[in-house]
């Protein structure tokens, strides 16, 4: 099925640093998404992204975590600064248009903050 | 607000059992139903979904799932499960017609198969 590839798989950084996660979603998909899932927990939303703008974004996503799609490329979360309690595999997502349509997800960045 | 529910945390079966696992939602409006699978390291891969026409939707691998809107349920059946089914399973709930989709999961079962 179509895949989305997300780099790295694993990412471990400082405290207070700055962290982008890539995602490459499905080439001809317009919708895209982060979730973020803690070990042990349910996936929770945390922003959607079409036409170069968020459509709507969850609570957990702080003012420090920017997304964005430059011309095309990849799909990215940033988070600037991070904190401990960003520590969790963010995933990435994207789908053909809204509502029904299915969303394919890649298998996720672990993001360590120390 | 959506919301869904999975009451069973974890589901043991042997090989070549069936298995049905248990999802509850709460929307009263348009409502679009899905449900995935995680292998253990790996993302969700989807199963199948359920927005409208005959309640009982088949999905890869052998998996189906029923549509009942009295019980609000959207439980996942498979009638005899192999080795490689152990995983996670996720529920999730959208109201179509917002913006994207934006799913709502459950908080997963997770079923274990024995030899």
């Known amino acids: 099925g179509p895949k989305v590839l997300q780099i790295p798989s694993h990412q471990i950084i400082d405290m207070g640093q700055m962290v982008t996660l890539n995602c490459d979603p499905v080439?001809?998909?317009?919708?895209f998404y982060w979730y973020k899932q803690i070990l042990g927990q349910q996936m929770e939303f945390l922003v959607n992204f079409y036409n170069g703008k968020v459509m709507e974004k969850s609570k957990l996503f702080k003012d420090q975590f920017s997304v964005e799609r430059p011309d095309g490329s990849y799909f990215t979360l940033k988070i600037q600064p991070t904190a401990l309690e960003d520590s969790a595999v963010y995933f990435c997502a994207s789908s053909l248009s809204g509502g029904i349509e299915t969303l394919y997800f890649g298998s996720g960045t672990r993001l360590t903050v120390l | 607000t959506q919301t869904v529910s999975q009451s069973d945390a974890h589901v043991t079966v042997f090989e070549g059992d069936s298995v049905e696992l248990r999802c509850n939602y709460s929307?009263?409006?348009?409502?679009?139903l899905s449900w995935y699978i995680q292998h253990h390291g790996h993302g969700l891969q989807f199963l199948l979904k359920y927005y409208s026409g005959n309640p009982v939707v088949q999905g890869v691998n052998g998996f189906e799932a029923e549509f009942s809107k009295s019980d609000s349920s959207f439980h996942l059946r498979k009638a005899s499960v192999h080795w490689s089914d152990s995983a996670v399973y996720f529920c999730a709930v959208s109201a179509y017609g917002s913006s994207g989709n934006k799913l709502i999961f459950g908080i997963g079962t997770l079923l274990s198969v024995k030899p």
């Open positions: 080439s001809n998909h317009l919708y």
């Open positions: 929307y009263g409006g348009s409502i679009y």
